[in-house]
């Protein structure tokens, strides 16, 4: 499977606590040379709790260039995790570039 970034994925993410994970979406912040070469990709935890905060970006269907969301789900920024890519269950999708954009303007507003 060719990982690039933008994908949406399944995968299992860690909880917070690190005791245990659970099959969750993810979005690949990761540039595509990197996943070229890498054993691993850079994602970000996607949820459909919208409690919203600060540091998450809604998405829907629209924000999509392929694929479909079961519902309306929040990128959590915050929750960024390296991981081995023999972990991705699924592709489900891919986000629109200027959706991308913003995730990349919450993650800087992180570390300004």
């Known amino acids: 499977m ?3 970034q933008r994908d949406i994925l399944l995968v299992p993410f860690p909880f917070s606590n690190q005791n ?3 099959v969750r979406p993810v979005l690949v912040l990761s540039k595509n040379e990197f996943n070229r070469k890498s054993e691993d990709i850079i994602v970000s935890g996607i949820t459909s709790n919208l409690t919203k905060d600060t540091h ?3 998405i829907e269907d629209k924000d999509l260039e392929e694929g479909h969301l079961f519902e309306a789900s929040i990128i959590k920024v915050e929750n ?9 269950v699924k592709k489900i999708g891919k986000i629109k ?7 990349l303007e919450k993650i800087y507003q992180l570390f300004e």
């Open 2 to 4: 060719i990982i690039e």
């Open 56 to 58: 998450s970006v809604k």
């Open 97 to 103: 570039e200027e959706t991308f954009h913003l995730v």
């Open 80 to 88: 960024i995790l390296r991981i081995e890519k023999s972990l991705i």
């Open 20 to 22: 245990g994970n659970k």
